[in-house]
């Protein structure tokens, strides 16, 4: 693995040093992050903690269907390196993190699909008052890799690079011991390499309220959400709002029931003649099982939506099914799987902008895990998955088998106090 890791450097050197410079661009788009780093400095807390966690993983794999097409299979071994940092700091009044990493992707037989992928993250949050709080996050990211989104969507696209970035703000404020309001803004852009698919910018802003319904039903909190979207493609856009009510329950001590269904609607305007804005009607709904017990974790999920999604340049209606377990079988050894299913639907008319989209993915992923060390550890997984296409009566199955070596080791203050 030492050769491989080398022949990488090696081969994406001139790639990732282009690149890496656009990892900066994610300073300048959390000034609120920057406020919250202010107030950690300016006012020492009992309780500090900081950390500094540098982290390597090197794997190989291979995928015998890496467009995803159903005649003309051509797969391929691959090697992902991947070296990442992420910093840490925390007290009683909140925390802030910061992470950033780059993938580098090298195929054998598949030059093309070579490229070095960088990422960077930050997220915080602090407790102005007893009883309000703010929270910022931002992200910045690109990714060469085909069908990345498949088992995120259950879409798949072309060999298309894409740059995105995204900024959340947030407030949450305490009204009384049962009821707490929040709020929250989020703006980003994605862009593609590929003009076959819609740049897009996102605007969206959403409420929820949160109320303690105890003296109505045992352990049980309500929920309201409302949430306004606007999403700007090259040829149209589109204002999506949705409001939902539901529910999240303790069941017991291991189980956790979280629930919310309600209307949507989606008006979409066209940014050229002869195109006609249409307005359509949806809903929303989720609801997803917990489970947290003595040597194992289980969550299972169903979500149903309306979506715009710039894949397909047009709205789409989304159902997805949803699970996961994984079992500790000793101190070093876990056994896990993930199962999903996506239904996804064109929602609106066909017509020369859109992609007209009718099928059903199926993905399911077993894996194992060894513990090696604390620091190093070792996962191997296996990826079944499967499109069925109802418009081309036709269907596309891809098989990856990966292997991954990680390495991570935390460093705190008392290390370097005692390194020093």
Not at 4 to 16: K, Q, V
Not at 144 to 149: I, L
Not at 208 to 234: A, M, Q, R
Not at 350 to 378: A, C, F, H, M
Request: hydrophobic share 30%; glycine share 6%; aromatic share 12%.
């Amino acid at each position: 693995m030492s050769l491989s890791c080398l022949n990488i450097l090696a081969a994406d050197r001139g790639i990732f040093i282009r690149n890496f410079a656009r990892c900066f661009k994610i300073a300048l788009a959390f000034p609120t992050l920057v406020i919250l780093a202010c107030f950690f400095s300016t006012q020492p807390v009992m309780g500090d903690e900081r950390t500094v966690t540098p982290s390597v993983s090197l794997g190989t794999g291979y995928n015998d269907n890496i467009l995803f097409t159903e005649n003309d299979r051509k797969g391929s071994f691959y090697t992902v390196f991947s070296p990442a940092v992420q910093l840490r700091q925390r007290n009683e009044r909140g925390e802030v993190n910061a992470k950033g990493k780059f993938d580098s992707y090298t195929y054998a037989e598949r030059s093309e699909f070579n490229s070095v992928d960088p990422e960077v993250s930050a997220d915080g949050k602090y407790a102005l008052t007893p009883l309000v709080s703010v929270n910022a996050s931002g992200l910045y990211k690109t990714d060469s890799q085909p069908n990345s989104t498949l088992t995120t969507t259950g879409l798949v696209s072309n060999n298309t690079k894409s740059e995105k970035n995204q900024e959340v703000f947030g407030l949450d404020w305490a009204l009384s011991e049962k009821t707490t309001v929040g709020g929250q803004a989020t703006f980003g852009k994605t862009r593609y390499e590929n003009n076959a698919y819609s740049d897009n910018t996102v605007q969206s802003y959403g409420l929820v309220f949160k109320s303690n319904l105890d003296k109505l039903i045992h352990e049980t909190t309500g929920l309201i959400n409302l949430n306004y979207s606007i999403y700007d493609y090259n040829v149209s856009r589109s204002n999506y709002t949705t409001a939902s009510f539901g529910f999240t329950r303790n069941l017991n001590e291991k189980y956790n029931i979280t629930a919310w269904a309600g209307p949507s609607l989606i008006d979409t305007e066209y940014k050229f003649a002869p195109y006609q804005a249409t307005q359509q009607w949806g809903a929303t709904a989720h609801c997803s099982l917990d489970g947290t017990l003595e040597k194992s974790t289980v969550n299972l999920s169903f979500t149903y939506d309306l979506e715009p999604d710039s894949l397909s340049n047009t709205s789409v209606k989304r159902m997805a099914l949803e699970g996961s377990y994984l079992r500790k079988v000793t101190s070093e050894i876990s056994l896990g799987i993930t199962a999903s299913y996506f239904n996804n639907k064109s929602a609106g008319k066909e017509n020369i902008l859109v992609n007209s989209l009718d099928e059903d993915t199926y993905n399911i992923s077993p894996r194992l895990l060894y513990q090696i060390t604390d620091d190093w550890g070792l996962e191997t997984n296996y990826r079944f998955s499967r499109i069925e296409s109802y418009i081309t009566d036709g269907s596309r199955t891809q098989n990856c088998v990966f292997i991954q070596l990680n390495w991570g080791h935390s460093i705190n203050k008392s290390d370097l106090s005692h390194a020093l």
